[in-house]
């Protein structure tokens, strides 16, 4: 992927990279109840970590370390995590327990976390729209926090190399089966060159599987061009009463602004619900270097019978 757009990039001129990263992280997490009523869900722990703090490291590889979270009510937790926590660096370091002080002083130090509030949950779209006054006019990322992505795959950093070849918005997709396409967003696509990588002409947002106009769904990754922001001025509640990015998008595509799709083949990991969440957490304990082996040894063993 680098040594096709590296030519492309070097000839586009007047290319702003993005710096800006959009994490929206107001939802109910309703999903999860009883655990969401006092815990945001996105500091639930994957093996160890907040799976919140997947997305930001993922932002910063991709070279995007100016982050804004788009909270709500009882989200308060979310900015202690990114933040120093100094009573608890002292009492780890006067133990000399210096892997877990590293650790603590990790998720404040990896990136510039800010935060905005939504007031009222009407829709990812609504949560994108919160972002503008601090966005400006420069391109920028938006990153959904049920979507993991492998730190062995790269998706987001592809996604801008795509932006800065052709301008415009990117988008990630995932091939589904036809049967799953009413969870996502879902577009209509021509080939370009690259096999995957494909110019968006149409979108839908959680259409039915009959009248999807195929099978590539739309995850958590998006490089967007400002102009969204008008475009999102401008649209109305949608599927769900929720104002949809998936319709601003469209909106865009019609109106003439370059928008292109990243097919991602990658390992994913899905925390969106209670069994998505168990495999995320499950796939990723296994591939861990201290725990991994001995979990993998437990697990089959519970699957035989014999745990
Ligand atoms: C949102 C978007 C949808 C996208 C999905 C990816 O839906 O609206 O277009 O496919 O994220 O996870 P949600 O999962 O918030 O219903």
Request: net charge negative; hydrophobic share 40%.
């Amino acid at each position: 992927m680098r040594t096709v757009y590296a030519p492309l990039m070097a000839a586009a001129t007047n290319h702003t990279p993005p710096r800006k990263v959009v994490i929206p992280a107001a939802g109910l997490g309703t999903r999860f109840l009883p655990a969401t009523k006092a815990v945001p869900k996105e500091l639930f722990p994957v093996v160890d970590t907040p799976a919140m703090q997947y997305i930001v490291e993922e932002a910063v590889r991709a070279g995007l370390t100016d982050v804004l979270v788009v909270t709500g009510r009882g989200k308060e937790a979310i900015a202690d995590h990114f933040d120093r926590a100094p009573e608890l660096e002292a009492t780890l370091l006067a133990k000399g327990d210096h892997g877990r002080l590293e650790a603590v002083m990790r998720s404040a130090d990896m990136a510039d976390v800010h935060f905005v509030r939504q007031g009222a949950p009407r829709g990812l779209g609504h949560a994108v729209l919160c972002s503008a006054p601090y966005v400006g006019s420069e391109p920028f990322a938006v990153m959904l926090g049920d979507d993991l992505i492998d730190v062995r795959d790269p998706l987001l950093s592809t996604m801008l190399e795509v932006q800065g070849a052709y301008g415009g918005c990117v988008v990630a997709l995932l091939e589904v089966p036809r049967n799953q396409i009413s969870r996502y967003g879902c577009v209509a696509a021509s080939r370009t060159h690259d096999d995957s990588v494909v110019r968006i002409t149409d979108m839908v947002e959680k259409p039915d599987p009959d009248a999807a106009p195929s099978n590539l769904a739309i995850i958590g990754r998006y490089v967007l061009s400002a102009r969204v922001f008008d475009a999102l001025r401008e649209t109305e509640p949608g599927s769900g009463g929720e104002i949809q990015l998936t319709d601003a998008l469209k909106s865009l595509v019609a109106a003439g602004e370059p928008m292109h799709g990243v097919v991602f083949r990658g390992r994913r990991y899905d925390t969106g619900d209670r069994g998505d969440y168990l495999r995320a957490v499950v796939r990723l304990a296994c591939d861990r270097e201290d725990i991994g082996p001995g979990f993998r040894r437990w697990l089959e063993d519970f699957v035989a019978g014999r745990a």
